[in-house]
């Protein structure tokens, strides 16, 4: 799950970390009071969770309370990446000396938690990382251990140059990893990490994203999420349970098992169609699961077909037919329906769905032919 | 031959009472897996058709014997149960839960690694050896016994690609679902040794997905330390960036853990990739032929 910036700096502050002073907005009329609340000289920042907000335009620095209203009003009419800016973030301008990088996520391939550094910050650390791999510090986490403080501590040595700056740099490199273990971050990110003439380090910009899998332990968090990002349908799906990302297409898919919901599209695609979403009804079979993913693909006006493909594994092939009767029983399904339907409980799932009329295929790229034809 | 699990392998069952332990529990039987008994705490000295259940693994250990543990339990209780296996020296455990916690993974797997054992998934398929065992929720009957090692990120995408094998008289050695999140206990690598010394597995199927950087890393292996014919399939070509494809490991960041990037990889080190689950059988078939 990932937050907005000011929520993200919230979370940084709780833990100890100094950011930017600013203030929330949803409309453009307390703008200019809030601008000069904040010294005049402010940045109004949309806030959407994509990257690439700079570039669009959605931040922008402004001078006086007249400037802020005016940038404030521009960037709420604005659609980011598809996504219509609702809210914007007031900060207060920082005189910057020098930008830093700080990061903390969890190393896929080491399988450890990583801290990351750089003197270079301000950038985009994927392109960093690319372009100039030398300038990113690292040190891995002992997960039996925890972080080894000496390495930690000369690592901000090294990016901070010594003395107290580097001291205030490991200092905010231990609140970054409290946050991330006390509350299962997949990752937590300043950048940049700003040094002021005044010699303070403060968190400018800064990207914390959670563990989905493991928000049943904090409420909290979970209370955090934006739905506003998602789609109506994504939240519908997300409310069932089932795994849902809305495409372009106009071929609905309902799969279990994300690699086969994967490859289902691929196949799609590959044959000349067009996915309409990406859909996994996940393990253990509740037959009303299928009910929810075709109520919420038939709202998709752009359907013009739907592809059920299951291989049963933990899936029993019976719930699933079951879930289509009910389905059909309740709902008004106007476009063509291919299933292919197959593996545990197959022979009474398969009698099910023939008793009721249903033509069921056997093989995956036979099914999806059948349904690019039906488009 | 096979690896990981064969006739020899003498299981136990924890989350042996809920409704997939006992269902896959009764199917491992019939499958002719030697099941030993499961565990489920508060529930000890209750039976699921013929098998004993036990409150803890340590209890049951004093009663039977078992060398392989695979857990069906809530992901809430996961992490305990592969704990409570390693602390009964298990040597292997396969986690079939999904929507473990990835910090508690990075425990788990150095913790299991500590203690000399291995752990496959979380959320994973688990393994079979066709004809000898079988410990996971794979649908048995598609699977027939040959000299074909299976690997893959994903479930149900792996009874897709053994079903293709199997209709075209391509029997399966041992096949194996890593599982789908971002930290799993055994990588690809790991599996590629164990099918490369194998002497009952001559081709191996790889199918990989999107996101981290597994199938680059496994691509590089198999140029330096694979002799024995790899081919893969990579699903997620058509996947959009930014977004979690269901599996927790699954998702295009930054750039990184594009198909494109894979399927490079794979076919720079000599790897066939087929474009559908159904051409792998063919490609196997051509390479095995050379």
């Given at each position: ?107 896929r391939t080491a ?265 | ?186 990588g690809f690598v790991d599996?590629l ?15 990989g997905?999107?996101?981290g950087e597994e199938e680059e890393l496994t691509a590089e292996y198999i140029r330096a ?37 894979k399927?490079?990889a794979f076919?720079?080190a ?21």
């Amino acid at each position: 799950m990932k937050i907005q910036e000011y929520q993200a700096a919230s979370l940084l502050n709780n833990y100890g970390i100094e950011t930017v002073p600013g203030e929330l907005v949803d409309s453009p009329e307390k703008a200019a009071a809030i601008g000069l609340k904040l010294g005049g000289r402010v940045v109004v920042k949309a806030q959407v969770l994509v990257g690439g907000r700079g570039k669009a335009g959605g931040i922008r620095v402004t001078h006086s309370p007249g400037e802020t209203e005016k940038a404030v009003r521009e960037i709420l009419a604005m659609t980011i990446k598809g996504i219509p800016v609702k809210k914007v973030w007031i900060a207060q301008a920082v005189e910057i000396q020098q930008e830093y990088y700080l990061g903390i996520a969890v190393d896929r391939t080491a399988k450890k938690v990583i801290f990351m550094a750089s003197a270079a910050g301000g950038v985009e650390i994927e392109e960093l990382a690319v372009k100039e791999p030398e300038k990113i510090h690292k040190l891995h986490v002992d997960p039996l251990k925890g972080p080894d403080e000496a390495g930690l501590r000369a690592m901000a040595g090294t990016v901070f140059g010594g003395g107290p700056l580097s001291e205030k740099a490991y200092e905010i490199m231990s609140h970054m990893y409290r946050l991330f273990m006390e509350k299962d971050c997949s990752l937590v990110e300043i950048n940049p990490c700003v040094r002021t003439k005044a010699g303070k380090l403060v968190a400018v910009d800064s990207k914390v994203d959670f563990d989905d899998n493991a928000l049943f332990k904090h409420p909290d968090i979970a209370g955090l999420e934006n739905p506003e990002e998602h789609s109506r349908d994504e939240i519908a799906a997300h409310d069932a349970g089932l795994s849902f990302v809305s495409m372009d297409g106009n071929i609905g898919c309902i799969v279990n098992g994300a690699g086969l919901a994967m490859a289902t599209m691929d196949v799609i695609k590959l044959l000349g169609g067009e996915p309409a979403n990406f859909l996994d009804v996940g393990g253990s079979s509740n037959p009303k699961k299928v009910l929810y993913a075709l109520q919420i693909i038939l709202s998709n006006p752009k359907v013009r077909a739907i592809l059920i493909n299951i291989f049963g594994g933990i899936t029993r092939c019976d719930d699933i037919a079951n879930g289509i009767l009910i389905a059909k029983n309740e709902l008004d399904i106007t476009v063509p329906l291919v299933i292919r339907l197959i593996g545990t409980n197959e022979k009474a799932g398969k009698g099910i769905l023939t008793r009721a009329g249903f033509v069921v295929a056997e093989e995956m790229t036979e099914a999806v032919r059948k349904v690019v034809g039906a488009v | 031959m096979s690896i990981l699990v064969n006739e020899n392998t003498k299981v136990l069952i924890q989350g042996i009472t809920g409704r997939d332990g006992s269902f896959h529990a009764l199917s491992m039987l019939d499958y002719g897996t030697k099941v030993v008994g499961g565990v489920t705490p508060g529930k000890g000295g209750q039976k699921v058709g013929t098998l004993p259940v036990f409150n803890t693994a340590r209890e049951a250990l004093k009663e039977v014997e078992a060398n392989c543990s695979v857990i069906y339990v809530p992901a809430k209780f996961a992490s305990a149960a592969i704990r409570e296996a390693a602390d009964c020296g298990i040597a292997l455990i396969l986690c079939i839960t999904e929507g473990v916690p990835v910090l508690e993974m990075v425990e788990n797997y150095h913790y299991i690694k500590s203690k000399g054992l291995r752990l496959i998934g979380a959320n994973c398929p688990g393994v079979i050896s066709p004809g000898k065992s079988k410990v996971g929720i794979m649908p048995a009957h598609i699977h027939t016994p040959g000299n074909i090692g299976v690997i893959s990120r994903s479930g149900t995408l792996t009874y897709e690609v053994v079903y293709n094998l199997t209709r075209r008289k391509m029997g399966q050695s041992t096949c194996v679902g890593i599982g789908g999140d971002a930290v799993v206990g055994t990588g690809f690598v790991d599996l590629l040794a164990l099918f490369e010394k194998d002497p009952g597995t001559d081709a191996i199927a790889l199918i990989g997905e999107i996101g981290g950087e597994e199938e680059e890393l496994t691509a590089e292996y198999i140029r330096a330390h694979v002799k024995k014919p790899v081919v893969a399939f990579i699903s997620g070509r058509s996947a959009p960036p930014g977004k979690r494809m269901g599996h927790a490991g699954a998702i295009i960041s930054g750039g990184k853990g594009t198909a494109e990037a894979k399927i490079k990889a794979f076919r720079s080190a000599g790897v066939q990739v087929a474009d559908r689950p159904d051409e792998i059988p063919k490609l196997l078939q051509g390479v095995l032929k050379q």
